[in-house]
């Protein structure tokens, strides 16, 4: 059953390749039923962001009316990359399934591996320099969240 449903993420790939896509596909399975799927549309969608992945676990979220997907199960055709990684955390997806790996997507002109290394870096220290600046308005926001009593916890 997982293998049959990862087909589909790597059929999905080729197909999305066809389309104008990138060579990624993923699927949102809830109760053996696929909820949404989509390929990779970075660059027909101008979207760095729309990753198979992130796509289909946008429209899942949407088609199931809920910000969390934890009776989901993503199946994608290759590793997550780290954006990826903190989508499916963030949606609280059940589990993952990929077919090929990161060093696989590397080959082919993927390779996330700097985002990797970039995490555990201090923030000043990554090569995308990220600057903190002492505001006394900062934590404003989170004492707004924190008076809000009407707020849906994520
Ligand atoms: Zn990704």
Redo the contacts with the bound molecule.
Sequence with gaps: MHADFLRQAVELACDNVANGGGPFGALVVKDQCVTASSGNRVTPNLDPTA?A??MAIRLACQRLGDFQLTDCTLYTSCE??P??LGAIYWARLQSVYFACNRFDAAAAGFDDSFIYDEIPKLPAERSITMHYIDLAAAVSPFQAWSRLESKIRY
Excluded: L, T
């Design positions: 990753h992945e992130v997550p990359c954006m990826c």
